[in-house]
């Protein structure tokens, strides 16, 4: 069974940082593209940024362009965001989501349990 865990969440002040990390267990991790999507209350859950399956290639939605990373590491099956210059509308659960394929082309078949990150202004 394919089990993803996020770390990292908390409250931060507008214009600080925050590093959310991934772990994944259950199935060959560097197989896989990884992603993180988040959900703000009201809202539905929204991409965030995504990284094939040899962070070879990322993708990032706009409104965190330049804002954030993603990385991984295959051999600690971990997955990463780097968040800096946080706004208050970042505030969202936060979500790991794993691909079906190396490559993000497809929607994720495997979410993690969400992270509170919480942005003050």
């Known amino acids: 069974q394919v089990r993803l865990v996020e770390s990292g969440g908390g409250l931060v002040q507008a214009g600080g940082s925050l590093r959310l990390s991934c772990v994944a267990s259950g199935r060959t991790f560097s197989s896989y593209a990884m992603g993180w999507f988040r959900q703000a209350p009201g809202k539905e859950r929204e991409f965030v940024a995504a990284?094939?399956?040899?962070?070879?290639?990322?993708r990032y939605a706009d409104s965190v362009k330049g804002r954030f990373t993603i990385s991984r590491d295959n051999a600690k099956n971990t997955v990463s965001l780097q968040m800096i210059s946080l706004k208050p509308e970042d505030t969202a659960v936060y979500y790991c989501a794993g691909y079906s394929s190396a490559y993000y082309a497809t929607n994720p078949g495997v979410w993690g349990q969400g992270t509170q990150v919480t942005v003050s202004s």
């Open positions: 990284i094939t399956w040899n962070g070879g290639s990322t």
